[in-house]
T-cell receptor, first 112, second 118 residues
Framework: AQSVTQLDSQVPVFEEAPVELRCNYSSSVSVYLFWYVQYPNQGLQLLLKYLSGSTLVESINGFEAEFNKSQTSFHLRKPSVHISDTAEYFCAVSDGRGKLIFGQGTELSVKP | GAGVSQSPSNKVTEKGKDVELRCDPISGHTALYWYRQRLGQGLEFLIYFQGNSAPDKSGLPSDRFSAERTGGSVSTLTIQRTQQEDSAVYLC????????????????FGPGTRLTVL
């Protein structure tokens, strides 16, 4: 069975500081990995995804994640965060057959 | 429509009553998914449809939960004899196809229905 673990439930950080949100997964089959973001009072949006090819994937707003098969990780990073990045971030895995298995979420709180 | 829509946005009901939650997927998307998000927790998969059939309903928590999809479009999630533990945000998502890699498997989420069972 597949599972996803997000190691930090809350991450407080100051504006312009770097941040890393950790995600580990377990799966016995090929995986497709996703990060979704949920801004306050908004719906879930896809931030970035790893399907195949380059293990480093980037989003349009400066986040990146690296698929590490040996460590079964897909950590999300940003070198300098903004107040507007305050949101809840969910890591998810799919086996390609349909459903997504989500982690518990990490609440990123960016302070001025 | 432009995105996935869900109705109602909020539903308050009394324990023991039945509720119906509706999802309207993005036009042309053949796959439709239901998830549940309880307070302070991640999303739990409930069921997904490819067309009108449900290849995976393994996440439905009990036989009080059922879902159907007609015409390959709108889906309804029904909860019978609601219990307080059913209180959650119910999210619907759709994708172009299910069971494939690449863009086709990207799921787009609706705003959710917040269900409160008193």
């Amino acid at each position: 069975a597949q599972s996803v673990t997000q190691l930090d439930s809350q991450v407080p950080v100051f504006e312009e500081a770097p941040v890393e949100l950790r995600c580990n997964y377990s799966s016995s089959v090929s995986v497709y990995l996703f990060w979704y973001v949920q801004y306050p009072n908004q719906g879930l949006q896809l931030l970035l995804k790893y399907l195949s090819g380059s293990t480093l994937v980037e989003s349009i707003n400066g986040f990146e994640a690296e698929f590490n098969k040996s460590q079964t990780s897909f950590h999300l990073r940003k070198p300098s965060v903004h107040i507007s990045d305050t949101a809840e971030y969910f890591c998810a895995v799919s086996d390609g057959r349909g459903k997504l298995i989500f982690g518990q979420g990490t609440e990123l709180s960016v302070k001025p | 429509g432009a995105g996935v829509s869900q109705s109602p946005s909020n539903k308050v009901t009394e324990k023991g009553k039945d509720v119906e939650l509706r999802c309207d997927p993005i036009s042309g998307h053949t796959a439709l998914y239901w998830y549940r998000q309880r307070l302070g927790q991640g999303l739990e998969f409930l069921i997904y449809f490819q067309g009108n059939s449900a290849p995976d309903k393994s996440g439905l928590p009990s036989d009080r939960f059922s879902a159907e999809r007609t015409g390959g479009s709108v889906s309804t999630l029904t909860i019978q004899r609601t219990q307080q533990e059913d209180s959650a945000v119910y999210l619907c998502a759709s994708s172009l196809l299910a069971g494939t890699s690449g863009r086709a498997n990207e799921q787009f989420f609706g705003p959710g229905t917040r269900l409160t069972v008193l």
